[in-house]
Structures are given as structure tokens and as C-alpha cells.
């Protein structure tokens, strides 16, 4: 039996896809599996099942020994396209979850197919690890791709973002319909051990870092959230991203282990990356890794 913890420690997707690695190794050997929530940053209440079905358990062959594993820890390598194949086994929502994404919609009135979507990751990842672009391309590249989109869902921490590509759209007197569910202000997220920010490391971003970092540092990090702040944070970026993964197309950077799994999770894969990298899924490495180093896996490998 293979128990895989999901940690305090990192971010949603970043736990998530290690995990998978866990899920993918016992249903290609039969063995048991079992997700460990119990010290989950984004446990609210009952752990996974706040939001997702219970994994139906493999149970072709009983192993006695049970291993423990998580964080960084890789069973085996596996293709990118085989973490798309088995996305859906674990990453199944429960009826609360489901009512809370129809209402949503029905809300703020998007059809499934009829809209593009835009998704940008800010806040803590500028300071280390996430190159900033400019707002405008990403609306640039989706018109580019559907001269006709009249409706975009933008999925964002930055109301900034919404701000920059409202502007773009009356500036050049385009009729689109720009939707979001960030609240104004929220100008990007913390997740945790954030340090007490002063200046990013990647010298591009300052001017931007400046700009937020006192909203930013006034931000609760997911870590000290209470139960309810918990929820009402992860439920609303699981909201945000179905209606993403239901768009007829999706703009975004492969930065973040979000956009990555956006990648995976669209139903129809009409992803692009505003910075033209293509993502390789037959590549045997696991997405949590940036693409910037899918060409060098031995390097990110853990055992």
C-alpha cells in the first residue's frame, strides 16, 4: 500500500502532482493507494474531501508493506501526457463542489465553449521564480489565435491584471466582455515561509514588486488562514480554473505549477503559452517541474 501525504509546505498543484506520481505508480503495479490530508496546508475541515470525491482505492493485489511517501518523492518517471491520461481519477469534485461551480456560472452567466480565458499567476511568485509580462500580451495572443473571442474569463491573485486588460480592451475600442471572480483588492497571493519581502531577485520585476509589495505583505498567507478563510480561498480558485478548463481557449505562462495543470486538465487543449514554449507530454518528468528544465530531468529527479 502506497499512503502519499500531502504537505503544509507547497503549493496546491506543486503537493498535487507529486501525488499523482504516487497515484500512477499504483495503478501500474496494483497497489493499494491512499491520500494522507491529515497536515494538508489546505485542509479546511475533512482534508481532500473538502472539495474532491474520495480515490476509489486500487485493490487488484493486497500489499502488506506500506510505504509512506510525499513531497518531492518520485516512485517513477512517467511521460507528461500520462499525468493528463489519470488527471481525472483523483481530481474528481464532491456535490458541494459541484454546486458551488454551477452557481458560479449561472452567476455571472458564461457558457461552456462560448468564452476564452486568460490565467496569470502574481504575487509571491515574482519574487523568485515567475518572469512578468505584460498584461496586454496575453489578450494580444488569445485575439490573435480567435479574432471573434467577445467574451474573456480572466483567472488571476492580481486584480491589476483584470485593471491592464480592461484598459487594453477600451483603449482600442474592442467590444469584449471581460469577466473575473478577483476581488479588487487583492493584488496577489502568499502561500507560505514567504520572507519579509523587500526586493525581487529577478531585477524585471521591481519596478511591479514596488508597486504591490505593501498590499502584498498585508496579505494572510494560506498557512495562517483559519478553517473557513481555508475553504473559501481553495474553493475559489477550484471554481475559477473549472471555468478556465471549460473556455474554448486559454492563454497563460508555463510558470507555475497552475498553469501546467491547466494545460493537462483543458478539455479541449487549446492552451498557449505567451511566451511560445510548447510543452512536450512525451516528456518523462514530473510537471511540477518549470519547463525551462524539461530537457534536463536527471537533474530534478528524486528518489
Known amino acids: 500500500m502506497i499512503i502519499s501525504r ?11 502532482f507529486f501525488t499523482m506520481n504516487h497515484y500512477i505508480y499504483c495503478r501500474k503495479n496494483n497497489y493499494n493507494f491512499i491520500i494522507d490530508s491529515s497536515k494538508w496546508m489546505f485542509l479546511s475541515n475533512l482534508g481532500w474531501e473538502d472539495y474532491f470525491s474520495n480515490i476509489d482505492i486500487v485493490e487488484n493485489v493486497i500489499i502488506p508493506n506500506v510505504k509512506n511517501v510525499g513531497f518531492f518523492d518520485i516512485l517513477e518517471d512517467y511521460s507528461i501526457y500520462e499525468y493528463k491520461t489519470y488527471l481525472w481519477d483523483i481530481y474528481k469534485y464532491n456535490s458541494k463542489t459541484i454546486d458551488k461551480i ?19 499567476r502574481r504575487g509571491d511568485k515574482l519574487y ?13 495572443l488569445l485575439l490573435f489565435k480567435d479574432p471573434y473571442c467577445k467574451t474573456i474569463f480572466l483567472q488571476t ?9 480592461q484598459d487594453y480592451i477600451q483603449s482600442n475600442n474592442l467590444y469584449i466582455n471581460l469577466i473575473t471572480l478577483c476581488n479588487k483588492d487583492c493584488r496577489g497571493t502568499l502561500i507560505s515561509s514567504s520572507p519579509n519581502i523587500i526586493r525581487t ?28 478563510q481555508k475553504y473559501q480561498h481553495t474553493i475559489d480558485m477550484i471554481v475559477g480554473l473549472d471555468i478556465v478548463f471549460k473556455s474554448s481557449i486559454c492563454i497563460l505562462d508555463y510558470q507555475s505549477n497552475v498553469s501546467r495543470f491547466i494545460k493537462l486538465a483543458h478539455h479541449n487543449d487549446n492552451v498557449f503559452d505567451v511566451n511560445n514554449i510548447v510543452m512536450d507530454l512525451n516528456k518523462k518528468i514530473c510537471p511540477t517541474y518549470p519547463t525551462s528544465v524539461y530537457d534536463d530531468p536527471d537533474t530534478y529527479r528524486h528518489k
Open 157 to 165: 491573485d492580481d486584480y491589476t491584471c483584470y485593471e491592464e486588460i
Open 128 to 140: 523568485g521564480e515567475s518572469k512578468l509580462f505584460d498584461s496586454k500580451l496575453y489578450i494580444q
Open 102 to 120: 454551477n452557481e458560479t456560472k449561472l452567476k455571472i452567466n458564461i457558457i461552456d465553449n462560448n468564452y476564452g480565458s486568460i490565467f496569470i
Open 201 to 228: 531577485n529577478i531585477k524585471t520585476n521591481e519596478k511591479y514588486i514596488d508597486k504591490i509589495k505593501n498590499n502584498l505583505q498585508n496579505t494572510v498567507e494560506v498557512i495562517n488562514m483559519n478553517s473557513y
Open 6 to 16: 500531502l504537505d503544509n509546505s507547497s503549493g496546491f498543484f506543486s503537493a498535487f
